[in-house]
């Protein structure tokens, strides 16, 4: 598994989260599908919309 910490509150806390090789790679196909830069933008943006 591979990990990837994303920003909470505008980098004020982070929250690691681990996924598969397999799960990564469609978080980092929906990234560039969005026009985002990286797979963190991607899953900050889905932990938003889910709030």
Do not use: H, W
Not at 8 to 33: H, N, S, W
């Amino acid at each position: 598994m591979q990990a990837t910490t994303i920003p909470e509150e505008q980098g004020k806390r982070t929250m690691p989260i681990c996924f598969t090789p397999d799960q990564l790679k469609v978080v980092e196909e929906y990234a560039k599908k969005k026009g985002m830069l990286n797979a963190s933008q991607a899953i900050e943006e889905l932990l938003l919309a889910s709030t």
